[in-house]
């Protein structure tokens, strides 16, 4: 005879961490996060030094 398990079955629970507990994956994780946000801050700062890209030069068409 047939069961009565229709459709899908629910994947088992993983085991949560607790949160006091930090692997060496998740602090290399948190440690690249921060030097990206570092880069990024960085080469935000240079880029507002300067003025807007392309402005300064006048086109110059040959006509009078």
Known sequence: MSSREGGKKK???????????TDEEDLA???K????Q????EAAAK???K???GVGSK???GKK
């Open 11 to 21: 994947p088992l629970k993983q085991p949560k961490k607790n949160k006091g507990e």
């Open 29 to 31: 994780f948190k440690q």
């Open 33 to 36: 996060q921060k030097e990206e």
């Open 38 to 41: 570092k880069a990024l801050k």
């Open 47 to 49: 880029a507002a030094g």
């Open 51 to 53: 003025g807007p890209i």
């Open 59 to 61: 086109k110059i068409t």
